[in-house]
Antibody, heavy 122, light 107 residues
């Protein structure tokens, strides 16, 4: 069974930093593109970032491009999101999500974690 | 960016009802359209991918159709566990965007 477990959420002041982690199990993590998707209160789902299976390709949503960095450690089946210069509109549940296809990716998500809540507030 | 617009934003229905949710893309996305179910406090769940392919383990009362810019998710006979918010998502081009969601509530 695929399992994705996020950690590292919390409350941070505007301008602060936070690092989210996602621990993966139940599938060959090193074969899959991985994503971060967020859900802000009262809003819809928003794709945030992806990283290819080998870390060579990374993409970001425009509003986070220069502030967030996605990375992975295939030896530890782990995905990360370093979030800097946080703003109040970054407040959301952040989900780690697995791409459905191996290799280049299909850019949709067949497994999700339970989410980590990030609250940016003074 | 490709904008995804769902309608309605919410609906009330009874158990056993047939429910249809629409999703429109701001440009043609061929059949690169996926549907998710999201319940509060739970992980979102993939229901349909590539417009009409049923994800493994998803009940057959869920179906999807459409291509180009107009797509539909249908629940043939609504069950108590289907009350949730449903999202469409395009996987045609980055950034991979979602619709605003359709909340299905109990009548």
């Amino acid at each position: 069974e695929v399992q994705l477990v996020e950690s590292g959420g919390g409350v941070v002041q505007p301008g602060g930093s936070l690092r989210l982690s996602c621990s993966a199990a139940g599938f060959p993590f090193h074969n899959y593109t991985m994503h971060w998707v967020r859900h802000a209160p009262g809003k819809g789902l928003e794709w945030v970032s992806l990283i290819s299976w080998n870390g060579a390709s990374r993409f970001y949503e425009d509003s986070v491009r220069v502030r967030f960095t996605i990375s992975r450690d295939n030896s530890k089946n782990s995905l990360f999101l370093q979030m800097n210069s946080l703003r109040t509109d970054d407040t959301a549940f952040y989900y780690c999500a697995k791409d459905k296809e191996t290799g280049g990716g299909s850019y949709f998500f067949d497994a999700w974690g339970q989410g980590a809540l990030v609250t940016v507030s003074s | 960016d490709i904008q995804m617009t769902q309608s309605p934003s919410s609906l009330s229905a009874s158990v056993g009802d047939r429910v249809t949710i629409s999703c429109r893309a701001s440009q043609s996305i061929s059949r690169y359209l996926n549907w998710y179910q999201h319940k509060p406090g739970k992980a979102p769940k993939l229901l349909i991918f590539a417009a009409s392919s049923l994800q493994s383990g998803v009940p057959s009362r869920f179906s999807g159709s459409g291509s180009g810019t107009d797509f539909t998710l249908t629940i043939s006979s609504l069950q108590p566990e289907d009350f949730a918010t449903y999202y469409c998502q395009q996987s045609y081009s980055t950034p991979w965007t979602f619709g605003q969601g359709t909340k299905v509530e109990i009548k």
